[in-house]
Structures are given as structure tokens and as C-alpha cells.
T-cell receptor
Framework: GAGVSQSPRYKVAKRGQDVALRCDPI?????LFWYQQALGQGPEFLTY????????KSGLPSDRFFAERPEGSVSTLKIQRTQQEDSAVYLC??????????????FGEGSRLTVL | KQEVTQIPAALSVPEGENLVLNCSFT??????LQWFRQDPGKGLTSLLL?????REQTSGRLNASLDKSSGRSTLYIAASQPGDSATYLC?????????FGAGTTVTVRA
């Protein structure tokens, strides 16, 4: 596709439900990032993939969060047993380059998760 | 840990006025600095990217400067228009994690 595509755009979950958020990066982009953006704040790093390898997951808030990119293209962020504090916009970004001097980042429109 | 601060947090100006948005960062060992625009309910759109070896970048009415030694970047928007109303984010690339400022929300009044 022409840009980074994320789905669903909006998700309402009851506390305790599992959710899966999908990111389809720009074709050929090596690097893929997930960020969490709370209301009124800048995005916070969650995890980073270089192709299919998850090189850093230090930003994942708890072991309820899991991300994968099995074929080095589409990525899924899964949140198990959702809690109210998980409510945020989850942004996916991709970049042509590898780590260090990553270069220009392209963001999707985000998935807004609301946990009731 | 890189800390990125943007001042002011919000700005309201009449149409036609020039905008000056400030970004400061604590770790000068950056690879590049990028300015993004974020519209409500939308993702981030890249405006300008300044490599660490550069002092400024220009695109149309936008100009961004970078002074690594003092840990500062400034985004100038000339002759503002109502369509420039958005939140502007400054992002420092020290490594792949990237560090974001909280943004400056700009309102341009017609």
C-alpha cells in the first residue's frame, strides 16, 4: 500500500478481554515500531522489529502485551486481559532503514483502544 | 535517557502571523531530529527531518533549525493559515526507540 495501514481504527473492549491490533507497514520497510500514546502526551516506545526479529521489547508495559511480525511484514500487537489503563492510541510506524540513523518514519493513523 | 521538551504547550495566533515552536533535548548525541504534525484522530505526518550533520531544513513555508551543542531545535512556520492548526511534535533519534516531546498545539484564527 501507499502508507502504513492500521486496523481496527477504533476498538472498545470490556475489561479482561483480549484484543489484537494490526499494522501493515509500507512494503519493503525493514523497521517497524509500536508506540502507545495517552491522551495529551507524546507517543511512548513499546517495541521495535527489524524484519521479523523483535530486537527490543523493553517498552511493553507488562507481560500482557505481546507483539509479533512473523514474516517481516505485517505486525500484530496483542493485549491480553485488558485493563482500563491500557486505553490509549496505539501507533505503528515503519522506516526503510535499520537501527541507528533510522531515517524518516511513516506513521499509521493509529488504533484507538478504549477499555470499559 | 533522552528528555524532549516543547514550549509552549499551546499557541493561538491570528492568520498571517509567523509561528515559532521550540524543542529542547538533553542528549545531544542524536542521529537526526524530526518534526511531525498530528491532526485530531489522525496519525503523525512527517514535516521535516534534520540529520545530525545539518543545521537546518526547509520545505515551503516551513523551516527547522538544529543546534546540537545547545540541545535545541526550532520550527518556523511563515504566514500561518487556519489549515496549520494541529499539534506539532519534535522527535529525537538517538537510537531506534526515539524520544517524543509532548507537542505544541497550534490554533490559527481566521
Amino acid at each position: 500500500g501507499a502508507g502504513v495501514s492500521q486496523s481496527p481504527r477504533y476498538k472498545v473492549a470490556k475489561r479482561g478481554q483480549d484484543v489484537a491490533l494490526r499494522c501493515d507497514p509500507i512494503s519493503g520497510h525493514v523497521s517497524l515500531f509500536w508506540y502507545q500514546q495517552a491522551l495529551g502526551q507524546g507517543p511512548e516506545f513499546l517495541t521495535y522489529f527489524q524484519n521479523e526479529a523483535q530486537l527490543d521489547k523493553s517498552g511493553l508495559p507488562s507481560d500482557r502485551f505481546f507483539a509479533e511480525r512473523p514474516e517481516g511484514s505485517v505486525s500484530t500487537l496483542k493485549i491480553q486481559r485488558t485493563q482500563q489503563e491500557d486505553s490509549a492510541v496505539y501507533l505503528c510506524a515503519s522506516s526503510l532503514g535499520e537501527t541507528a540513523n533510522t531515517g524518516e518514519l511513516f506513521f499509521g493513523e493509529g488504533s484507538r483502544l478504549t477499555v470499559l | 535517557k533522552q528528555e524532549v521538551t516543547q514550549i509552549p504547550a499551546a499557541l493561538s495566533v491570528p492568520e498571517g502571523e509567523n509561528l515559532v515552536l521550540n524543542c529542547s533535548f538533553t542528549d545531544s548525541a542524536i542521529y537526526n531530529l524530526q518534526w511531525f504534525r498530528q491532526d485530531p484522530g489522525k496519525g503523525l505526518t512527517s514535516l521535516l527531518l534534520i540529520q545530525s550533520s545539518q543545521r537546518e531544513q526547509t520545505s515551503g513555508r516551513l523551516n527547522a533549525s538544529l543546534d546540537k551543542s545547545s540541545g535545541r531545535s526550532t520550527l518556523y512556520i511563515a504566514a500561518s493559515q487556519p489549515g496549520d492548526s494541529a499539534t506539532y511534535l519534535c522527535v529525537c533519534d538517538n537510537d531506534y526507540k526515539l524520544s517524543f516531546g509532548a507537542g505544541t498545539t497550534v490554533t490559527v484564527r481566521a
